[in-house]
């Protein structure tokens, strides 16, 4: 390539270059304008000694779809491998989102039409999750704002997940006859006590420090101090994991944000761990009418709006994700999403959560006692050749 195929501001820099030099500007120059055009939805930067991802839809409030899965997952795969590149770092753009969750609204139209986007998009979704989980690099995820369904996917199986006073976490797919998945199934139960199962079964969200009290975020900042520590990391020479994490703690123990603040589930998780250890849902819905408390009586409640499908389906998969690896928790959860989009109760959640907002879902069946343990069997069973393979 010559010279005048390039902008004329980088051919006047290019002649101050020797060759070798100039070839690899034009090379980098090309890679980042061909990014830029085809990925504003997510930015993928190499900072100092760290590789940047931003997923970039702040008006979707960051909404993961299956275009920013196929960006982030092979650059990811590359800084790995990358002898310069020491840590990744995964952020959320504008000041409300980390990322809200999966892009559902497509799925479920996609699903209704008869195409493939929800067979391919759960599969690729999970293999970039597995990636996070399983990357040999420190992997730092500023859960800074809402931090749901997909966005938890890309930072909870990470190293680090830095929360702020902004974060709100939340796994709500019952409300939309889906799974809490993304490797729900993995880290949910292996929460203190029963608290995993309650956050899957209600959509429970917890906020700012909560989060890190529940054992979700390994560090809690201020939201204002994000870009100072962004900043910080960056400039580390060669960092091991061990550097990250001296940087990430000093933030964590000078934050002064909430500092005397009480887990907001503190006084009831000796209730969570009763009421919540029962082995059917039929029997968790009859501990809490029951107990009769206001806490229980609220919890009833909301379990009773979620989709009996779901609810079923999701106590089961926690319950077997506890002893499987975290590979074959995607496996299995790759199975119940394709149940999911057979089924009746995905699209008519998203109808009424997403589309009409009327709140008023139809769920088929109505009751739990109707959700029969042959059609859960169903469900799990093996998608034999189109199973999810990591």
Request: net charge positive.
């Amino acid at each position: 390539m010559g010279l005048p195929a390039v902008a004329p501001v980088l051919r006047r820099r290019l002649h101050r270059l020797k060759p070798f030099n100039r070839l690899q500007v034009i090379v980098e120059h090309l890679s980042m304008s061909k990014t830029a055009a085809s990925s504003s939805e997510v930015l993928l930067e190499k900072r100092g000694c760290a590789g940047v991802i931003t997923m970039n839809r702040p008006k979707a409030l960051n909404a993961l779809n299956i275009s920013m899965i196929r960006q982030i997952y092979p650059q990811l795969k590359k800084w790995e491998k990358d002898p310069d590149t020491f840590l990744i770092i995964i952020k959320g753009a504008g000041d409300k989102a980390f990322c809200a969750g999966g892009d559902i609204k497509a799925i479920a139209e996609a699903g209704r039409a008869g195409e493939a986007l929800p067979q391919y998009f759960f599969r690729e979704e999970y293999a970039l999750n597995n990636a996070v989980g399983t990357c040999q690099k420190p992997y730092v995820a500023l859960i800074d704002g809402i931090t749901m369904g997909g966005g938890v996917g890309v930072s909870v199986h990470g190293h680090f997940r830095v929360a702020t006073e902004k974060t709100v976490f939340a796994m709500p797919e019952t409300a939309i006859g889906l799974i809490p998945d993304v490797g729900g199934g993995y880290f949910l139960p292996r929460l203190s006590g029963k608290l995993g199962y309650f956050l899957a079964m209600t959509g429970f969200r917890l906020k700012g420090k909560d989060v890190h009290k529940a054992g979700i975020a390994t560090h809690f900042i201020e939201a204002e101090k994000v870009a100072a520590l962004e900043k910080d990391l960056t400039e580390l020479k060669s960092p091991s994991k061990e550097n990250v994490a001296d940087i990430l703690d000093s933030y964590h123990k000078k934050c002064k944000v909430d500092q005397e603040k009480e887990f907001v589930l503190g006084e009831h998780m000796e209730k969570i761990n009763s009421l919540f250890s029962a082995n059917s849902m039929e029997e968790i819905v009859q501990n809490l009418k029951k107990d009769g408390s206001p806490f229980a009586l609220k919890q009833l409640e909301t379990i009773t709006k979620m989709s009996p499908t779901s609810l079923k389906m999701t106590l089961r998969q926690l319950r077997e994700g506890a002893s499987l690896s975290l590979q074959d928790v995607f496996t299995m959860e790759y199975r119940l999403s394709q149940a999911c989009m057979r089924g009746h109760d995905f699209y008519e959640g998203v109808r009424a959560v997403i589309i009409d907002k009327d709140q008023s879902p139809k769920w088929k069946p109505a009751v739990l006692e109707e959700v029969t343990d042959e059609y859960l069997d169903s469900c799990f069973k093996s998608l034999g050749s189109g199973d999810l393979k990591l």
